[in-house]
């Protein structure tokens, strides 16, 4: 075995774009963002999160909601799963289970998917350290269909290991056609991880064995896997020996087959799964071997890895994505110097790649700091493209074409055509006004792509203010867009009756319960506003848009927002529930995106855009789409709407986001 390990230096052959382009445009995403979920967030040790189901035309996304963000403490814990028509854009929501850890809603709790041979979904899930040991499943009561849900079940590790004393945490569901055995991998005794098998495709399950176990137990877990498998004889793993906070780790590769574990050569190292014997983290293939924290050369060194993704780059050969510190800068600056915290303001990204046993590792780009400083560890990480094995996505806060530090950590596109060792990037959001980060890429087809990320606040695992967002490139994107501003004329209460209003005025509204028509300036254009004078709650309305031709249209909804304020905006095509949407999740509207001229910006605001889904149309038919206020008080203490009109864009056969320029001023 043996490592290389290239320098940032060679990355940058990716170009800079537009060198001399104008400013760059605000909260810019290349492609046209969904908001999925509107609270929800995860962590990146249990999966698969994100599903394609290309049989039932859907995502499948677990997430779990917090305190902190939209709907609040009565939100808080909620174990979701969103389910995504992908022809139509429609959108649902089912809560599984309210599964607080340590009092509040942790990401730590997202459920993992698998779509059993009937066509029906199972989703497990468990707590963060949960004290109970017990993991809970349901399956959905019809195919294809993540609406309804069977009746909860569990399984209990501390009965299935009697003489134990620990906790669980994580889901990572893996099914091998060749063995007819689905499964379960968790951390659980020993902190180390557990395997669960189902023989029945998750109806019922039974305790297997370890995968490893520690030489030590070190401060607080034994081992970071993230897993990858080929779905007919093989699961693989990288692996760190304990968590970065408390140990300099290495990573390290191998992988199960027929019931036993190798190392990336093929070396049998545990030839029964199926006892409590196991090796440990380090007994596997080394990937990175990390610096010596010992005094010499510590400000130049690469230290305390993290696993972060792994897929695989052809038949057998993984890749993977791993994280390490660099230097010894703490974070926050200028804290005193301890070995947790050495160099935590500056990670640096991993790219790495097993060629026949062999290891070699190039670093892609900075990630900058912590998320929060009790995680010095916590970043916005990355994705392996499963289908496109020279593609992945970073969320960094430093531009990797240039190292150039940014306000927020955006979202890049890096390809390479060398087998890794270079990589050009592309932003995908630019000069956002909120974090973008945790992206993933399900596995879906050559053809296709899902990018999904959180984005908005994150103060901790358990405290934060984040929607589950995307991309979806389904060979199709819209045309520019027809704006209707919305007016007396074509919006209504929803039963016909006209709007009760006041204006149009450059006038704050009363806080009285009805809709004001407000300019957005003394020369227009004019609003339906809401909120302005404190918290009110006024009827839902509207807007009816003639389709102009036959066609598939994608809709949207268009909102003003103050770019520093939360204010909100709740929407929905006539036959689907509204969602609420915010500046946070959303992206600005461009003036190219429209077929004329349409006002985007005004003193302190900004015009915004919601997608609410897709229909299809008869010239002259009318598009009807629902809005309302959002009467719940956002953190900031505001719940202003200003609601401006509709959208409708043409998108059949059409130029895919990922194939679209880059805009030019993103330099």
Not at 82 to 109: C, I
Not at 546 to 572: C, H, I, K, M, Q
Not at 624 to 642: A, F
Request: charged residues 20%.
């Amino acid at each position: 075995m043996r490592l290389m390990i290239l320098t940032a230096t060679a990355l940058l052959a990716g170009a800079v774009l537009g060198q001399e382009a104008s400013a760059p445009p605000a909260d810019y995403v290349r492609g046209d963002l969904v908001q999925f979920i509107a609270n929800g967030g995860w962590c990146w040790y249990q999966d698969e999160r994100l599903l394609v189901d290309p049989a039932g035309g859907r995502l499948l996304i677990g997430s779990v909601a917090n305190a902190l963000g939209l709907g609040g403490k009565a939100r808080d814990a909620d174990i979701d799963v969103t389910g995504y028509h992908l022809a139509s854009g429609a959108r649902t929501n089912v809560t599984l289970r309210n599964l607080p850890s340590y009092g509040g809603g942790d990401d730590h709790n997202a459920a993992a998917f698998w779509i059993r041979p009937d066509g029906r979904y199972l989703a497990v899930y468990t707590g963060h350290n949960e004290a109970s040991r017990r993991t809970w499943y349901r399956i959905s009561e019809r195919p294809h269909d993540a609406t309804a849900w069977g009746p909860e079940q569990s399984f209990d590790w501390g009965a299935a290991q009697p003489g134990t004393k620990s906790n669980v945490t994580y889901s990572n569901l893996f099914y091998l056609s060749a063995e007819k055995r689905l499964y379960n991998i968790a951390r659980e005794d020993q902190r180390s991880p557990n395997i669960a098998v189902s023989d029945d495709f998750g109806s019922t399950w039974r305790y297997l064995g370890k995968l490893t176990v520690p030489r030590t137990h070190v401060a607080y877990s034994d081992g970071y896997f993230r897993f990858a498998d080929n779905g007919v004889d093989r699961i693989d793993f990288i692996a760190t020996e304990h968590h970065p906070r408390d140990f300099n780790n290495g990573i390290f590769h191998g992988y199960i087959q027929g019931g036993r574990t190798y190392n990336s050569t093929g070396k049998l190292l545990d030839d029964r799964l199926d006892d409590e014997k196991a090796p440990a983290p380090e007994d596997f293939t080394r990937v990175f071997q990390p610096s010596a924290e010992d005094g010499v050369d510590d400000a130049t060194d690469y230290h305390r890895g993290w696993t972060i993704d792994l897929g695989y780059w052809a038949p057998g050969q993984p890749h993977a994505l791993f994280l390490t510190r660099y230097g010894t800068q703490t974070w926050p600056l200028g804290a005193k110097r301890t070995p947790q915290n050495s160099g935590a303001a500056d990670h640096r990204l991993f790219y790495a790649r097993c060629e026949n046993g062999v290891w070699r590792s190039t670093e892609l780009c900075h990630m900058g700091h912590p998320l929060y400083p009790a995680e010095q560890d916590y970043t916005g990480l990355g994705a392996l493209h499963r289908d496109h094995p020279n593609v992945l996505y970073v969320s960094t806060p430093v531009d990797p074409r240039d190292n150039r530090p940014l306000a927020h950590r955006e979202l890049f596109r890096g390809e390479t055509d060398d087998a890794g060792h270079t990589w050009a990037w592309t932003p995908i959001t630019w000069d956002s006004s909120a974090d973008n980060c945790r992206p993933i890429v399900p596995a879906w087809d050559s053809s296709h792509t899902a990018l999904l990320w959180w984005r908005g606040r994150y103060d901790s695992q358990r405290s934060y203010d984040t929607a589950v967002v995307g991309l979806i490139d389904r060979d199709d994107a819209p045309g520019p867009v027809s704006f209707t501003p919305a007016t007396p004329a074509n919006t209504t209460l929803p039963s016909g009756g006209p709007v009760p209003t006041t204006g149009p005025s450059a006038a704050r509204g009363a806080a009285d319960g009805t809709w004001h028509r407000r300019l957005v300036t003394a020369e227009g254009p004019t609003v339906f506003a809401a909120g302005e004078a404190g918290e009110e709650n006024v009827p839902p309305l509207a807007t009816t848009v003639d389709a102009p031709a036959d066609g598939v249209y994608d809709v949207y909804a268009y909102f003003w927002s103050n770019p520093a304020e939360d204010w909100r905006l709740a929407a929905g095509l006539a036959d689907q529930p509204r969602m609420v949407f915010r500046r946070q999740a959303c992206q600005r509207a461009r003036a190219d995106e429209f077929d004329g001229t349409v006002p985007l910006t005004a003193p302190t605001v900004a015009l915004y855009r919601a997608f609410l889904g897709r229909v299809t149309a008869k010239a002259g038919q009318g598009v009807v789409v629902h809005l309302d206020d959002t009467p719940d008080r956002s953190p900031d203490g505001r719940c202003r709407t200003w609601y401006a009109g509709v959208g409708l864009a043409r998108s059949d056969a059409l130029v895919p986001w990922r194939a679209r320029p880059a805009d030019s001023s993103l330099r």
